[in-house]
């Protein structure tokens, strides 16, 4: 799974997710990408297994680009615990993501087999999200 | 859009001068800028050259054909009421992330006799024999470069046929046909702009030695902070030793 090698603290503050994603809401390398239309914290599993239904579908063809990392750790206390006694433990990695974002990217195949690949990752995603093109048609 | 076809280059070259028309914005900051839209009007600014910053107002649906037909790499003639017709060039433009409406424009002035710089469009025809032959995959790793040219000599966007490419074999800047008389690369000739990589191939590792791989990767990653605290006390207790 996706996780960073090296961090400065061990555990972070959640944190707010308004507004838009000014950055990384274009395309940047591929043809192809998926957009983010709604806010959420994407999982380092998510992401995995959007990367795996991605590179299944378009078999040896085609190149991906994965735009966002999940680089913040949430934190969840074990069932069954009282309050108190300091933050729980790591559960997971997340990317944080916000409206506009492109969370995926892809060339060197034909927009509909983009299409139908980055169809499936979007069923991976927790959020509404958006087949976009280079040249602007969607 | 108004549009005024003028010939140039002894009347053998026909260029088009598209028009754009603009108002003197008076009202500044995010409020004033969020009414103009909401009019259907796009905050502008027009730069550069002789004149002072001005800023502008220009209608949304004019601006937006003037981005889908003509681009980025052509020479309007910005008409304001009240003003000399200036020659200027969209520098930039923002754009929604989410609904990809038109937020502002940059527009800059021009002087026909200056020479400028502008980044070109790459465009390549043809299927490359390493995808066609050997299954490769095609990559363009730059879409655009940067040249130097007077402004009635901008490319529109630079051609090129990729398909003798075959597999690790790459097309560069320097490769790319350009007018030397009109136009000089200012991009690095060595800048690869597409080339033709063989196919990626998803290794399946078989389930005992991904399970070996988990057990063997971190579950957590390194926190600097500790390493070195942990470093430092170490230092600390080699200098009691002594």
């Known amino acids: 799974m996706l996780m960073p090698k090296k961090v400065k603290y061990r555990k972070q503050q959640r944190g707010r997710r308004t507004g838009k994603a000014w950055r990384g809401s274009t395309l940047a390398f591929g043809e192809y990408g998926l957009k983010a239309l709604e806010n959420a914290w994407i999982t380092d599993r998510q992401i995995e297994a959007a990367r795996v239904a991605i590179t299944r579908f378009i078999k040896r063809s085609g190149k991906l680009w994965i735009r966002v990392f999940p680089d913040k750790p949430f934190t969840k206390k074990p069932a069954e615990t009282r309050m108190g006694k300091g933050k729980g433990a790591v559960e997971r990695w997340v990317a944080v993501v916000k409206p506009g974002r492109i969370l995926f990217e892809m060339a060197g195949i034909d927009q509909q087999t983009a299409r139908a690949a980055l169809d499936l990752a979007a069923h991976k995603m927790p959020i509404p999200t958006e087949f976009i093109t280079r040249d602007g048609g969607a | ?242």
Request: net charge negative; hydrophobic share 40%; glycine share 10%.
């Open chain 2, 1 to 242: 859009m108004p549009r005024r076809r003028r010939c140039a280059g002894g009347g053998k070259e026909k260029e088009f001068i598209m028009v754009i028309e603009a108002n003197r914005r008076e009202e500044r900051g995010k409020n004033g800028a969020r009414r103009l839209r909401q009019a259907g009007r796009v905050p502008a600014v027009l730069y550069g050259g002789a004149g002072e910053p001005v800023a502008l107002a220009v209608d949304v649906h004019q601006a937006k054909q003037v981005l889908r037909t003509a681009g980025h790499n052509v020479i309007y003639e910005v008409q304001v009421e009240g003003a000399e017709p200036a020659r200027a060039m969209l520098k930039d433009w923002q754009l929604d992330p989410v609904r990809g409406d038109l937020l502002h424009l940059d527009l800059q002035r021009v002087a026909m006799d200056v020479r400028i710089r502008v980044r070109v469009s790459v465009q390549t025809t043809g299927e490359p024999v390493g995808v066609k032959v050997d299954g490769g995959v095609f990559e363009r790793v730059t879409r655009d470069i940067e040249v130097e040219c007077l402004p009635s000599d901008i490319p529109e966007e630079i051609v090129v046929d990729v398909s003798e490419l075959t597999i690790g074999k790459q097309l560069r800047a320097g490769d790319l046909p350009l007018d030397p008389a009109k136009v000089r690369l200012i991009t690095e000739p060595q800048r690869v702009i597409a080339h033709v990589i063989a196919p990626t191939k998803e290794e399946v590792p078989a389930p005992e030695a991904a399970a070996a791989a988990e057990a063997a990767a971190p579950a957590e990653p390194e926190v600097i902070k500790k390493v070195r605290k942990e470093a430092e006390e170490g230092e600390e207790g080699e200098g009691k030793g002594e």
